[in-house]
């Protein structure tokens, strides 16, 4: 071969490692010859979308010669109405990653640079690597984002700061009186980006309302996703909140038709149906009990995560842990890429699903049980 391509990519684009999404079901089950393998592994909603998503996104589903509204119109409507806010604030997007995409592409150029916290969603550096920025990676506390530590990286240069609210893999939160002093001390001229891909699991009384500062501080973005809560992950539908101006600029860079018709119908659907919020919510809260429940009476620290996932730490590597537990049909998530080689992520499942997990568990690390 006389080209070699790879020298002709961007600078970013020539060192971007790939995000690494678990394998599906069916491609372990394959491989394994296993049945009844149990998936805790990408935060995904045991319960799936309620009844009012799946008729929305059935009857759109005959639809689908045509192409979908560019502007979401019905789902910009309907938002508006619940966050109380202007449809001239949202952008929709092919998933919040998208929309994390797009702030980014919108903003930044290779001379700024991006924030975000060690041990933060993976999305963030991609998207700053994409671009060819700089990336500050400012250190955690207690596995958390530390705004202090935030602030200091602040530069002439900084453009975007991303804070994941609560964080995942760590599940860790901000209060709401440190977000606000964090978001005071930003110059106006960079974007706060607030990664709410959590909020409906969210219980603490001192979880920020970030949506109700956007009048306060214009250079607040809120991202928000259809895919934890809703059970609409395979759908990809998420949306921003922002300023008005920041909005069209996001609007502009994002392919015309990027939320195709049938998530715009489920997402819509999804936003009426609260009782099927509440139950996916409350199926969060008891799974999440027995899970901690079990790793405190197992001896096993994990940190406390306001999320629909958990990350233990299985004092020893997690990826053989991982392994261990894969050949016995339950998937996980190993977490080294974060910097957290002996944690595990663990997506909390239906109450039998969590057994699987617990009984799995057990048996891989007991003395006896390693293979
Ligand atoms: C899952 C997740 C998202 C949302 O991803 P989608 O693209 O909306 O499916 C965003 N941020 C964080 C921190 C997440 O864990």
């Given at each position: 071969m006389s080209c070699d391509f790879i020298s002709l990519a961007t600078e970013g684009v020539r060192t971007l490692k790939p995000y690494q999404p678990g394998k599906p079901v069916e491609e372990i089950e394959r491989e394994l010859g296993l049945r009844d393998v149990v998936k805790l592994a990408s935060n995904e909603s045991p319960l799936g979308p309620g009844t009012a998503a799946r008729e929305a996104a059935a009857h759109a589903l005959e639809n689908v010669s045509r192409y979908p509204d560019g502007n979401g119109t019905v789902l910009k409507q309907t938002l508006a109405r619940k966050l109380g806010v202007?449809?001239?604030r949202l952008t929709l997007g092919n998933g919040s990653n998208d929309v994390l995409e797009l702030a980014v592409r919108a903003f930044v150029t290779p001379e700024h640079e991006v924030i975000f916290s060690e041990h933060a969603f993976a999305v963030y550096p991609l998207a700053t690597q994409a671009v060819s920025a700089r990336a500050v990676v400012t250190p955690a506390k207690d596995w958390g984002h530390d705004p202090e530590a935030m602030a200091k990286g602040?530069?002439?240069?900084?453009r975007v700061i991303f804070i994941a609210n609560p964080n995942n893999p760590t599940g860790t939160w901000v209060d709401t009186n440190s977000l606000e002093r964090l978001i005071r001390s930003v110059p106006e001229h960079v974007i706060v980006v607030v990664d709410e891909a959590y909020c409906d699991y969210v219980e603490a009384p001192d979880y920020p309302d970030c949506v109700s500062w956007l009048e306060r501080y214009p250079n607040l973005v809120v991202t928000r996703t259809f895919s934890k809560a809703y059970g609409l992950a395979g759908l990809r539908v998420g949306y921003a909140v922002s300023h008005p101006q920041v909005a069209d600029l996001m609007n502009r860079v994002r392919q015309p038709f990027n939320v195709n018709s049938v998530a715009l119908a489920a997402a819509a659907g999804a936003l009426e149906d609260d009782e099927h919020l509440s139950r996916s919510v409350a199926v969060n809260k008891s799974g999440m009990a027995q899970l901690t429940e079990a790793f405190d009476a197992m001896g096993l620290d994990y940190i406390p995560s306001a999320g629909n996932f958990v990350s233990v730490n299985v004092g020893r590597r997690g990826s053989q842990v991982f392994e261990a537990l894969l050949k016995r049909g339950v998937i996980v998530r190993p977490v080294d890429n974060y910097g957290m080689p002996e944690h595990l992520r663990v997506t909390v499942g239906l109450e039998q699903e969590n057994v699987r997990f617990l009984e799995a568990l057990a048996k891989v690390l007991s003395p006896r049980g390693r293979s």
């Open positions: 202007g449809e001239d602040l530069t002439d240069r900084t």
